[in-house]
């Protein structure tokens, strides 16, 4: 479906970076819903760029609520966010509208759109297009968090700089997410924050760049949501991530650790307790056969380091296919992972709401347990 | 969709392990397709168990193709395939019937389906249910073959154990694919088919199971397929990857090393050569801003190690939660990773084929390329 | 998408008239349904042509759950039904093979599949492929039946022969519906039923064929089922209907003869009675602004005479163009309007459903009633 | 989908009558049309409320396009289009936010929304939402006639006033259509605009309301266009209709008046002229199957009369349930039926395009025809 996604809140974005507008539009939300409009704001100001390690195009991000509420409450029908651009300096990309960037989606933009492309700032590929997804993130976060579902994303390594990682348990993780939603620079610890900060600095005074993983949680969802094939927990949750760009790589709980372990080392033992019915160990992410099983789900996303580097590359014209050196100009960010945090938590909550939508509705009209009818 | 995917071609599955059969239904096939009946068994003899690595249980696997075939034709509307369920030991599961097997579904389906589930050899979440996408990935396969578009899988780690790598170009991986389609044990390189089968017969041995990485290959993929965010290629191959049971990571090209890479080791020099678009290096994997550019789709795959083990597991009676000792009975497989290539061609075809009629459908409408109507 | 509809409850059909099998999956069924066997093969014998007034192609229809079903529940997973064919006499169909039946779908067929469908029997366009619908409708009755929603169809008029109509209010048409149930041939007036019987009788001994009218009722459904725009109830239950071959008009309430009245005359006065929001008057066929008000769903539903005739008609040669008389052999009804009134509660069910669960979705996670928060 | 539809141009509708703006988003556009501004605002201009006949609110729906076009041209990526509200009287409705207005959405709204609905000017629910419709309908037609396929829509009736019907042909309804086009009162006999006029004239007069019937031709699709069961050309133009407030009844061909034909009279002869495959009459409106047959696609559209007149009625409180008497304030139209031509001519397109792009893609990856590979 394109820009398009979602069963129940269904998802349309918009919007080219050097374009009038960009923007998103959520159908299917529940109506009632009081929007924290200081919530979705400081969302989108986690998103921003703001220090030396970011880009200098600074965009206010001022967001309008064009349609779907209604004195302060969603109306039930289409809610349509919109954010202006306005700090555009399109000037900066004349020298390099004939030079395809490597690692960029110049070409391929060009053959899907014969050309036509909007190729100022990236147009639709831009990273700034994430913008509308944070604010509409913002709303699925929060009707999360009213059902008791949170979500939180650190950076779990930027180049060689490691995070620890998160607890095993939700309680535990609830904790780390509450800590993390007031940090600027979203790590667990302190020293892993410098490390990172300094990791990033040293590849900016050089014009080069630096990508990471990122280690997300999602706790509270019950257990039962998801299906078991081409609607897993996992396929869902990877779709919506890899429509982020620069994500190269998803995974879930033990992850690609899983190649050279044993059976017995990670299976996960069952046990109750606290009246729940829990695993010893989650290797597993909190999925089994597709389907929620009650633990934290955790997920790891790679993001590759910024294509977009001062450093000289070989490249070609795209009219003429003749070898070109191409030396970019303009804003950019020696890495994005520090931002693409709160992306990752956005779209996260979108699957997540999605999914657990289509859990309401079979559940609400389903039959009693098996064993309450015996 | 839960169990049906697909924009142009439409893929549903159903069945249980020990139910009457399993199947799956294709619309919108294009009408006149003459199936190759012989690459479908095929494909379907690879999915088999055939020796002490694998299951005990020996389906025959027959498939009756019983709507959308006319005198060997597709005819335009939907092909319904059906495999009989035949050699079932139901038996073998009434010991575990209540207890949850650790890492397998059994509690999430009970959640799910409130006790309903068809739990005997885990019902629609068995391994089994991938005979029917294989018997549909040939289809999906023949027809891109017809359209010069190549996939295989290889084993890329299993446990310990490590085959070499795809070549960089669509050429080399050509040869490696065509060598690789009449292996019984799909690696690139004869040791470490030995060193994997060892590997995987010392875990039989102790009861236990292994998993791995696998690594495929799309070859001969036009520029120009694919989305730039809800739909794009990394985002609709990871969604049917996830579909197969046991698969707990998916990455693309140069994968989650780019997370202590620079950019200016890992961008891809654009250069043109054989009248061609090209890459220097390949690490975004043929993918750039979510649609291809010509060069080879690179994917890997994790597929943890099989949960069903003969070794003794802590869980808990699901009724009445008391802490149990599970001793698993019935005929499972050590590793499933070298029979998992297959089911992996198969839903990357599938996957492939819906995205590559997609651009067919834009392209067949569009205006002329910009720079021609100057 | 072809061959399969809905969103909660995927339905997929397939097969052809003289194929090996024609059959349904039903994806997203609640676990735990009890699935009422008599009552679908009931339905389907309401379908079957039993008389001198229908086709003499007899065929057992038994129906095979291959998939979804377990110890007698549906155990959440796709629910696969399968009606194998028998009495075929393909043979029938070899003259006509190259004669285009006028009104039929042979050229349409011919220019969609590019001569590889198979023609025999009219192929996969064949009434008989209502059979699952039939089938799959029969437990979305069911369903819909255990949450107080009831669905029935009578013949308005057949030619020229009328019935008379639906009561207005939920509680009048409760009892027109039970009383229909039983009925073989399904008018609500005694004396219709033989002017009816007498002019398909009539048509078929001069080798014509006739159509009519089918009123239809949903009653039970609560208010609020159903979207402002796009899936309207009015837009899902006609895509629904026109699926059903031969169906050239659908309208709602008072349908066409909206177009020469006055506002004033079919505006529906609201009411509360009975503790309950209603209307004075239906007009509007239970749906404003394409949401249910509660009140009953009033559907018209127009059926073309059947194409199938005995008298001599002008066509042409599917190849060679060149002007042919074409004098239909084989088995056909002379009306199959009567027939179709199960196959219209079937997709209507089936169209209910989807929309009833999602209603349940949104209300299950929906904030409290504006008022109540006062 | 609720507000969202289509497979291959997905149109996304947004906005509430008297909220900051309303729009739509078109997604999937090939890239490289040149937008033809003129064309949608004189297709604007025709839903626009003009005259006498027509309500007060005088909207100057000025179109913004914000995404999805560069340098005049589409780019391939959303396309969203936004119109600001302007002319807004919203203390108009004070008086009505209690009493719910008979034949409105009003208690639907309030049921399906539980009161957070927003209610003023009839919301989201409200006539105007179909302005962007028109914009995203202009866009439709203009690709469509680039490929040959027109659609144009005449008032077939207006309460007891009747006009001529479309003629038979492709080349006769050619012409019609090119003088409809130019039309402001889109009638096809001039009388006929007269006695319309003069019938919503006096119902106006009365403070009543009118409906009708309108007529719409597709000429210029090639044969092959739909499918057999749940995409029948029939359910999706009859979908995208049924979205358009006020439509209660949708026909195609012969329509309703098949209930009391032979099937010997309403067959469509089949015959060979003008190197094409055509038939001698076109009761079945150009569809056979599902599919069309490449003779012109006839639609009957029934709408409804406005509800808002402003005779007083009957109404309860939407909260205390009293019976009350509502008289209704505001600037409503006596009928809509003149201005809703343009809206369905606009859905119609969108309709088409987007089954035909599906033929595209289906056949650009098909097979020869069968009898060429003999």
């Known amino acids: 479906m394109k820009n398009t996604i979602g069963t129940h ?4 974005i918009f919007g080219e970076s050097h374009g009038d507008a960009i923007g998103v539009c959520l159908d299917g939300l529940p109506a009632g819903i009081q929007i924290d409009m200081e919530f979705m704001k400081a969302q989108l100001e986690k998103r921003k760029a703001k220090d030396r390690i970011s880009t200098q195009r600074h965009e206010k991000d001022e967001v309008r609520i064009i349609s779907g509420l209604f004195e302060g409450y969603t109306c039930g029908t289409p809610l349509t966010i919109m954010i202006e651009n306005q700090d555009m300096h399109s000037a900066d990309y004349d020298a390099t509208k004939y030079r395809l960037r490597p690692s960029h989606a110049d ?36 009707i999360l968090k009213d059902h008791g ?10 180049h060689k700089a490691k995070d620890t990682l998160f607890e095993a ?9 509450e800590t993390l939603a007031n940090k600027e620079f979203p790590t667990l610890n302190e020293d892993a924050e410098a490390a990172m900060r300094s990791v990033i600095e040293q590849a900016a005074q ?11 949680a999602v706790i509270g969802l019950p257990a039962g949501v998801g299906e078991p094939f081409f609607d897993s927990l996992e396929s869902v949750i990877a779709h919506y991530l890899y429509s982020v760009p620069a994500v190269k790589g998803v995974s879930f709980g033990f992850g690609f650790a899983f190649a050279n372990a044993y059976g017995s080392q990670v299976n996960d033992a069952i046990l109750f307790d606290q009246n729940k019915v829990q695993t010893k160990t989650n290797h597993n992410g909190g999925i089994n056969g597709g389907i929620s099983n009650g633990m934290p789900i955790i997920i790891h996303t790679c993001i590759k380091p910024t294509p977009s580097i001062y450093k000289e590359q070989e ?3 795209r009219i003429s296919h003749e070898a070109q050196i191409l030396q970019i100009q303009g804003r950019h960010d ?7 945090c709160v992306v990752i938590d956005s779209v996260l909550a979108l699957a997540i709401l999605d999914l657990y939508m289509e859990r309401c509705a079979s559940l609400s009209i389903q039959a009693k347990r098996k064993e309450e009818n015996l």
Do not use: W
């Not at 809140?9 to 349309?12: A, K, V």
């Not at 020696?334 to 693409?340: G, K, L, S």
């Open 315 to 317: 490249t070609i014209d």
């Open 169 to 177: 348990t939700n309680q535990a993780i609830k904790l780390q997410l």
């Open 9 to 12: 809140i269904i998802c349309t």
């Open 149 to 158: 579902i949170m979500i939180g994303t650190h950076m779990e390594q930027c």
């Open 206 to 216: 050089v014009g080069d760049s630096v990508g990471g993983i990122l280690e997300s």
């Open 107 to 142: 070409y391929t933009a060009d053959e899907k759109y014969l050309g036509y492309q909007d190729y100022r700032g990236g147009g639709h590929f831009s990273g700034r297009i994430t913008a509308p997804l944070v604010a509409a993130g913002a709303i699925a976060l929060q």
């Open 334 to 340: 020696p890495a994005i992972i520090h931002r693409a």
